[in-house]
T-cell receptor, first 112, second 120 residues
């Protein structure tokens, strides 16, 4: 499984855009990039998944350059409730049972 | 609530005691996973079931740990002779095991709230 590297922490103010970049230099052809969010005392929750270019949903956008060696999760106009740990995961699309390999994640703190 | 539930939410025990946790997955999900999470770290995979069959166990799962899913629905995780190093959050997740057709994750896992174990 491809290893991922992401910042340990990021601080932001309410209303700003937060961009978290994840490096995955050894990503394989069949690998997808997935982001999960975890609030304190809760289990992780899926945010977004992508393979290449750009993916957008109601929560976030995911930007993946052509070489796919990194990806950036973009959270638009964050609020206090976006304070959480964000995990970048890389896994094989063909791995149908989908064991998730989490790193330490990025702690995002949003302040007023 | 149709999400994944776990019981108990908190457990405090003394070293050497046995503990058992329960996980009720989303009803139509045939895949169930157990993870362990310690402070400041991401969840670590422990074991996985497809229906009632336990298909993989992590090396983290010592002989003191046993998991079951007898009828392919709820699952239990038992820790025998607990040690202080077992203190952690134990997370359960379930998935349908199907690919995405709605733009969501390929094999997205839905997590429960976890059981926080403290071993004194």
């Amino acid at each position: 499984l491809a290893k991922t590297t992401q910042p340990i922490s990021m601080d932001s103010y309410e209303g700003q855009e937060v961009n978290i970049t994840c490096s995955h230099n050894n990503i394989a052809t069949n690998d997808y990039i997935t982001w999960y969010q975890q609030f304190p005392s809760q289990g992780p929750r899926f945010i977004i998944q992508g393979y290449k270019t750009k993916v957008t949903n109601e929560v976030a956008s995911l930007f993946i350059p052509a070489d796919r060696k990194s990806s950036t999760l973009s959270l638009p106009r964050v609020s206090l409730s976006d304070t959480a740990v964000y995990y970048c995961l890389v896994g094989d699309k063909a791995d149908s049972w989908g064991k998730l390999q989490f790193g330490a994640g990025t702690q995002v703190v949003v302040t007023p | 609530d149709t999400g994944v539930s776990q019981d108990p939410r908190h457990k405090i025990t003394k070293r050497g005691q046995n503990v058992t946790f329960r996980c009720d997955p989303i009803s139509e999900h045939n895949r169930l996973y157990w993870y362990r999470q310690t402070l400041g770290q991401g969840p670590e995979f422990l074991t996985y079931f497809q229906n009632e069959a336990q298909l993989e166990k992590s090396r983290l799962l010592s002989d003191r740990f046993s998991a079951e899913r007898p009828k392919g629905s709820f699952s239990t995780l038992e820790i025998q002779r607990t040690e202080q190093g077992d203190s952690a959050m134990y997370l359960c997740a379930s998935s349908s095991g199907q690919g995405s057709t709605s733009g969501r994750a390929n094999n997205e896992q839905f997590f429960g709230p976890g059981t926080r174990l403290t071993v004194l």
